[in-house]
């Protein structure tokens, strides 16, 4: 059975920092292309950030520049570094396996997620 937990949130002021982490055990962890979800009060789940098993990473708009997601393979670690926070990235943030199915990335192995709320 897969698990995803992920770790690190919590209540921030706006423009103030938070490092999330997910610990997986997937195995042949570093086939697989990660990804961070959020989850905003009234709005549909939305990808933030994935990292391809190369490490190559992909950022959604909102976060360019602000956010940054990596890796740790020899751990089955994935991170998101959250940086310049704004009250619209208050939500629940969720770790997931992912893959490309057509345009869209679908999430495959999914954790429980983690709380952010910044404040203004």
């Known amino acids: 059975q897969v698990h995803l937990v992920e770790s690190g949130g919590g209540l921030v002021q706006a423009g103030g920092s938070l490092r999330l982490s997910c610990a997986t055990s997937i195995s042949f962890f570093s086939r697989y292309t990660m990804g961070w979800y959020r989850q905003a009060p009234g709005k549909q789940r939305e990808l933030v950030a994935a990292i391809t098993s190369g490490g190559g990473p992909n950022y959604a708009d909102s976060v360019k520049g602000r956010f940054t997601v990596s890796r740790d393979n020899a ?46």
């Open 75 to 120: 751990k089955n670690m994935v991170y998101l570094q959250m940086d310049s926070l704004e009250p619209d990235d208050t939500g629940i943030y969720y770790c997931a396996s992912v893959r490309m199915m057509g345009a869209e990335w679908l999430g495959d192995y999914w954790g429980r997620g983690t709380q952010v709320t910044v404040s203004s």
